[in-house]
């Protein structure tokens, strides 16, 4: 890292030599109203703004990009706009996480191909967050993240609405027959009211503390809620700051070690954080050529206690968490389980940045001796049925089910379980182990969220709303539930999970985990032999070259080629 000045910006190269294309670029910049004075020896930063009509978490970004660059042209740069996918999460199909690495393959040609020295990353609704950061990694341009914040807390009836969690509660009371559909409307109308990301700590919110946590945001930045003034001031500080970042040469492998991301896993687990961070978090590691694998999380999960008492695990919302301290203080009550000396986008150490934070709130950030949960938010498991590994949110599940042994009831894909779920006729109780297959990073294909299998109809009439449910998909991290998700490898490629049946008995064992399939190898191999591999879904286009790259959960859902830190060319100016 060496300071730059005017003459090497990588901007320089298209508009300081004494050539034709030079010519061109300039006259290109004054047809858009720019004089010389306005971009030359300046700093040119993008801003990769996944704002659409179709994200309402990214509402307010049309207009906060506004601050953004104020902040920009404040410190001496040159801000330029680039769009970039939306991914917005409750609308596109069948998953954006079909179309995560797309994001990150956007974002990163994207600041190859122009003219810019540094980026200002404006996401937040789940997988921007990710596929933002794994494209400005491989880039590996100076880098600050501007997290969209949470919504405001819903409402219905004087009742506090949690994003998701709440839709998922209505819905299994409507199909009990215990809700009516005239809830339906103010639930509708009242958990949702504002632009911003889900406010519980589903992986939007997840992601963003671990952002924060990697030291690719400012501090405090990852809980200000979307539409609160402060969110304004957070996007022009983080425009200054990227001006000063590209002068100071402060680049994502300058600030990011292994010891960033076991920070950041600690801070995952001590929200109860999504499992999808799992996945993220692997794919991120390993774009900065650290070897992560999901057992790290494990590893920490053992002795990282449940402090931040936020639902889909805990009580409160993502404001409460916000005005009890946020994240900086959540660090700081883990200080003494953390490397403070981890570097962030404010050229200082995590230790200085989280320094001035406080709890506030001590029930939302618990102490450490009365957290909600001593320990084991997050548990990677292996066994016969996931050799290559699965995973729960323990936190999420009933306690009597976290050791447990049920005959499986196989649904062979989404729509078989749609068809069959509600059947009076369904083999099930509530011992009973649901299995979906063919909902992996291929089968899905994108591994949707569909991880938590809704109850039975018949059992929910009886009063059951937690069961064992299996399946290669993930879940929300608004969801909860005994489900048991990532499980490796896939269906779709051959995995164990695609060879079980009707009646197979599963054992589980969360705290040893083990998740294991009780039948002898030779049955298993005769089933293997016998297994016939599905055909896939896109014979071209995008889908197709999904399918031939994308790699298993462990791995992090990347594309092949992509993962790695191997140099790769500037393009040639011509
Ligand atoms: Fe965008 Fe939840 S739908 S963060």
């Known amino acids: 890292m060496a300071a730059r000045d005017p003459s090497n910006l990588r901007s320089a190269r298209w508009f300081g030599p004494d050539d034709m294309r030079t010519l061109s670029h300039r006259a290109r910049m004054k047809q858009m109203g720019y004089a010389s004075d306005d971009f030359d020896g300046k700093p040119v930063i993008a801003i990769l703004n996944t704002w659409s009509d179709l994200n309402p978490c990214h509402a307010h970004f049309k207009t906060r990009v506004d601050d953004v660059k104020r902040g920009i042209v404040q410190a001496g740069g040159f801000p330029v706009e680039l769009p970039a996918m939306a991914l917005g999460e409750v609308f596109m199909k069948p998953s954006t996480m079909l179309y995560r690495n797309l994001l990150s393959m956007q974002a990163e040609e994207q600041l190859r191909a122009n003219p810019v020295d540094g980026v200002v990353l404006m996401g937040g609704c789940d997988k921007t967050v990710p596929g933002l950061l794994m494209g400005a990694f491989s880039m590996n341009l100076p880098t600050i993240f501007v997290p969209a914040g949470p919504m405001l807390s819903g409402n219905w009836r004087g009742e506090r609405l949690g994003s998701g969690s709440d839709i998922w509660k209505f819905w299994a009371d409507r199909r009990a027959g215990s809700a009516d559909k005239s809830m339906q409307e103010g639930i509708e109308s009242g958990i949702a009211r504002s632009p911003g990301t889900c406010m519980t700590m589903g992986t939007a919110s997840t992601m963003a503390a671990i952002t924060e946590t990697l030291g690719m945001s400012l501090p405090g930045a990852a809980t200000i809620p979307a539409v609160d003034a402060a969110h304004t001031r957070m996007a022009s500080a983080s425009g200054r700051r990227i001006v000063d970042m590209v002068w100071e040469d402060l680049k994502p492998s300058d600030i990011i070690s292994p010891a960033s991301f076991d920070n950041a ?52 919302l993502m404001e409460d968490f916000h005005f009890a301290g946020g994240v900086g203080a959540a660090l700081k009550v883990l200080a003494e389980r953390l490397d403070l000396t981890t570097r962030t986008v404010g050229g200082i150490s995590l230790g200085e940045a989280i320094a001035p934070f406080e709890v506030y709130l001590p029930d939302v950030i618990r102490p450490l001796d009365n957290p909600v949960e001593p320990a084991g938010a997050l548990v990677v498991m292996k066994g016969s049925l996931a050799p290559d590994g699965a995973v729960i949110k323990r936190t999420a599940a009933e306690p009597r089910l976290l050791k447990h042994r049920g005959a499986a009831l196989v649904f062979k894909d989404y729509n078989d379980m749609t068809a069959r779920i509600d059947d009076p006729s369904l083999d099930v109780d509530e011992n009973s182990v649901l299995v979906l297959q063919n909902s992996g990073p291929n089968g899905g294909p994108g591994m949707p969220e569909w991880g938590q299998l809704p109850i039975p109809k018949k059992l929910l009439e009886k009063g059951v709303r937690d069961m064992i449910r299996i399946s290669d998909a993930r879940m929300s991290g608004t969801s909860y539930g005994a489900c048991v998700l990532h499980v490796a490898p896939e269906s779709f490629v051959g995995g164990p999970i695609g060879l079980l049946r009707d009646g197979d008995i599963i054992e589980i064992d969360v705290d040893g985990r083990r998740i294991d399939v009780l039948i002898s190898a030779e049955e298993m191999e005769a089933r293997r032999q016998a297994w016939v591999a599905p055909g896939r879904k896109y014979e071209r286009g995008y889908g197709a070259m999904y399918g031939r790259h994308v790699t298993q959960a462990n791995l992090g859902c990347d594309f092949d080629f992509l993962t790695g830190n191997a140099p790769t060319a500037e393009p040639e100016i011509h």
Do not use: C, Q
């Not at 600690?266 to 390993?286: C, D, E, F, P, Q």
């Not at 494990?298 to 931040?308: G, H, N, R, Y």
């Open 265 to 316: 896993i600690k801070i995952a687990l001590a929200m109860g954080g999504s499992t999808n961070a799992v996945i993220h978090v692997v794919a991120l590691a390993r774009r900065m050529g650290i070897k992560l694998d999901p057992e790290r999380f494990d590893e920490f999960s053992v002795e990282t206690p449940f402090i931040v008492n936020v639902r889909p695990s805990g009580k409160y």
